[in-house]
């Protein structure tokens, strides 16, 4: 199977999975709504420094996924799956997805990274509510920084007329995905509006000050993460590197129907925890248990998901 057909069938169960899902459940309006209790409007972010820059963890929405064996560790039977989220005191079905688009004040620039599901795949469409909780509003985002182009990252990039969200912000992709992206019969649309105001990258390369482009391969064509750096403290955003705070970290190994190139993101997932366990990296899991900041510490043979508090 060439790449693109692979990303093509990861594609497609990606929205069949998801099609048979609901949000997930937090009692909270989630349509963005000035109607939402306040209460939501200042819980809905956290705010953490990384060096001197100042970073906001929001939230989006939040999806479940049915531990179908369709998802989360093909080729392995629901009861193992469940086995180690009840070992997690988790629930084990469905398996619960955040969605924790990443805000980083820098001077005059307000760099966003990946921008939610846009209100599709049954999530709360949050983000611009979101936002404001921070203190911004879309026309004032001057960079958009995408990891990859599935749905629930470029999903936000319009508004639900089809028009660009955020007007002023040059959206960094890198060239790969880029290209991918453009091939991508579903997207001609969302291709169509971003294209003025894309900028491609190439992994490696520092695509606004302070955040350079992480090539973490085997997710999609052009999968990027992004370590933000500021004086002697850095974060680095694993995109969809790992899904999950506890399947992902613990069972490393365990294909994801998201990846087109299972064998590729399993290695990627792997030497990610290898080198967070070793050098102590603070993460961002943009699907992990909001606000998705933490350290990945060994634990006999493997590794655990330690959030910051
Ligand atoms: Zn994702």
Redesign the pocket.
């Known amino acids: 199977m060439t790449v693109h057909a692979k990303l093509a069938a990861a594609g497609l169960i990606l929205a069949a999975v998801l099609a048979g899902c609901s949000p997930g459940g937090d009692g909270k309006a989630g349509d963005g709504s000035a109607t939402a209790p306040s209460v939501a409007a200042v819980s809905d972010i956290r705010t953490f420094h990384i060096g001197a820059l100042e970073a906001v963890a929001l939230q989006d929405g939040e999806l479940d996924v049915h531990n179908d064996n369709q998802t989360l560790g093909l080729g392995h039977t629901p009861q193992e799956v469940a086995a180690v989220l009840t070992a997690a005191a988790l629930p084990d079905d469905p398996i619960h997805l955040f969605i924790d688009p990443l805000l980083i004040h820098d001077g005059d620039r307000q760099v966003l990274i990946d921008t939610g599901a846009g209100g599709a795949m049954g999530t709360g469409n949050k983000l611009v509510q979101s936002l404001a909780s921070a203190g911004v509003e879309p026309g004032q985002i001057t960079d958009i920084l995408i990891s990859h182009s599935?749905g629930?990252?470029v999903g936000g990039l319009v508004d639900t007329a089809g028009a660009l969200r955020f007007p002023r912000a040059v959206i960094h992709i890198s060239a790969a995905e880029w290209a991918f992206m453009q091939g991508d019969t579903a997207m001609v649309d969302l291709v169509r509006t971003i294209t003025p105001r894309v900028r491609t990258f190439t992994p490696g390369e520092v695509v606004v000050p302070n955040i350079t482009a992480v090539d973490i391969r085997g997710h999609t064509a052009g999968h990027t993460g992004f370590e933000i750096v500021s004086g002697t403290e850095r974060l680095l955003y694993i995109g969809?590197a790992m899904?999950h705070s506890v399947i992902s970290v613990e069972r490393p190994e365990w294909p994801i129907a998201?990846d087109a190139d299972s064998p590729t993101a399993i290695a990627s997932r792997q030497a990610l925890l290898q080198r967070a366990a070793s050098q102590n990296l603070r993460l961002y899991g943009?699907?992990f248990p909001f606000p998705g900041v933490g350290h990945v510490k060994r634990e006999g043979d493997g590794f655990v998901w330690v959030p910051e508090t």
Do not use: G, K, P, T
């Open positions: 599935h629930d990252h969809d899904h998201f943009y699907h």
